[in-house]
């Protein structure tokens, strides 16, 4: 976080090697008694930032989110083919065996701050410090069991290697990860003076989460939607969604009102200005080129670029599709921040006409309003798919680009941003509110707290006809919604599954995985003819763990 300082090496808790006995491991490379050292005030308050601080690692690479679902697709270059595709997706897939090591980096780290909460003597902050812990080793098993389902509980600290773990049920792992995030919530503070530590508004929308998705399992209990929507209430506390969309993602606002959990980056704490930085900015696009550093433009990959169906989701009257791409490339890119009150004065280079104006008729009359600035333009304009990315399409800048995550500050390079990436914020707890009366048959609730979302979304003057009734609440509108309002934020594969939809949409929308079922090859079947719904658990991790630990199904 920027306010408390990130220790850019996690004081020698975060090991290497990717198995259970590697990661559990300590190998303390500072020379240092950490037994003595974070007894001290000085010593406990590092450890909890480097806590703070493993969560950029869980979130270092974007696959486990967002691959392999209805929204992001292969552009130019190849996606880890597995992890988007599921035909090959192995229990050893390096994007899978990297998630689930930092994820339990991340939980040692946690544990080893939580066994040494009552040995410091920093005592005026040690309840709420032990409630960030808590609540950051309950979100990591969250993040497990939505992708892994059942996974071993380790909560001790430990200084030796240890071989043999049980796996708890999924339904274990649930109740652990409420029980830790319920006491959490009567130990952090209302407020913060410093941005990005943990407070009760970011308890209650993770667990308005953790509820609604419980909700959908067969051990999920009554009320778990109501206790979601219970807690998505009280996490919106009465608060509007007052900030212009675009404004909310605007490069330097990202202390705003509406963020209620973030990881956090710095220039300060970066290794170097071209590496350890936020990797978000990077995807959900073409590539433009390689002179970026130069020509003012931002480093893509050309994967995760957005569907057809992404881009279907909006109307002309719903500001989110502006806000969430960049329609107008200016000569430089980074014009459309850096000289923002002189866009009107700028020769703009790529124009994607979207749907409601590609037209031969619209896209003449878009450069006859300004064709000093206009008629040069390469237009782009959409025509049934053809914005969608291909790796047969070899042109740079061919499809629009997410600019959401968008870093004019950081150097060109895939992991240079220093931007805060949104975990989780306000337009989505509105969301899970409305998921979750759904779920209880409220429809007139659900649809209120959507028109909240929809209301903020909507152009000058369309307000009225971007709201929504009671009927028209399905899983279906739900998804589409999410789809709108989180282009490229880290949940969509989470929402697919929690759902039940995962394998229906992907099949419908993403060509990626479409081709494989249109030459007859189901790519979510796996051994003994289970579907693959669950990512792998890691043969290291099995291979290295003495005690019983099955695979999940269909691998």
Known sequence: MKSIKMAALLLGLLF???GCNDFLKEDNKSNMVSDEYYATSEG??????????????????????????????EGRSQQPV???????????????????????????????????NDKTANASTLSNRKGEMQFLRAFDYFLMVQTFGGVALVTDRFTAPVETFRRNSAQEVYDFIIKEMTEALELVPATTPNFGRITKRAVQHMLAKVY??????????????????????????????????????????????????????????????????????????????????????????????????????????????????????????YDYYTRRSERSQLNVKYYYAPKWASSPAA???????????????????????????????????????????????????????????????LGETY??????????????????????????????????????????VTIEFILDERGRELVGEYHRWFDLKRTGTLVARAKRYNKDISKWVNNGIDPFVGVGGQLKILRPIPNRALDLNQGEFAQNPGY
């Not at 237009?379 to 042109?395: F, K, Q």
Request: proline share 4%; with cysteine.
């Open 44 to 73: 406990y308050e590092k450890l909890i930032n480097a806590a703070y601080s493993s969560m950029r690692t869980v979130y270092a690479a974007p696959w486990v989110f967002c691959a392999g679902t209805d929204m992001y697709v």
């Open 431 to 472: 969301l899970i509110a409305a998921e979750a009366y759904f779920k209880m048959g409220n429809t007139s609730l659900a649809a209120e707290r959507i028109n909240v979302v929809r209301k903020r979304a909507a152009k000058s003057g369309a307000e009225t006809s971007m709201q929504i009734r009671p009927t028209d």
């Open 82 to 116: 597995g992890i988007s595709e599921y035909q090959n997706l192995i229990a050893d897939d390096n994007e899978v065996l990297s998630f689930y090591t930092n994820v339990y980096k991340s939980i040692q780290v946690t544990n080893t701050a939580l066994y040494f």
């Open 363 to 425: 896209i003449a009359a878009w450069k006859a309003a300004d064709p000093t600035r206009r008629n040069n333009a390469v237009v782009y304009p959409y025509n049934g798919t053809a914005w969608e990315a291909s790796r047969t399409v070899v042109l740079d800048n061919y499809t629009p680009s997410v600019k959401k995550f968008d870093d004019p500050a950081s150097q060109f390079g895939s992991n240079t941003s220093t931007r805060d990436l949104f975990v989780a914020r």
């Open 212 to 333: 609604l998705t419980r909700g959908y399992e067969t051990f999920g209990t009554a009320d778990d939607f109501q206790k979601a929507a219970t807690f998505a209430d009280a996490a919106i506390a009465g608060q509007g969604l007052t900030i212009p969309f675009e404004d909310v993602f605007f490069p330097g606002n990202e202390r705003n009102a509406e963020i209620l959990f973030s990881i956090q980056w710095d220039p300060s704490s970066l290794p170097t200005a071209n590496s350890g930085g936020n990797t978000q900015a990077a995807y959900f696009g073409p590539y433009f080129g390689g002179q970026g550093g130069v020509e003012g433009y931002p480093y893509r990959t050309y994967t995760l670029c957005p569907t057809m169906y992404t881009f279907d989701l909006f109307t002309e009257t719903d500001a989110r599709f502006d806000a969430t791409f960049m329609i107008n490339f200016y000569q430089r890119y």
């Open 16 to 18: 290497t090697g990717s």
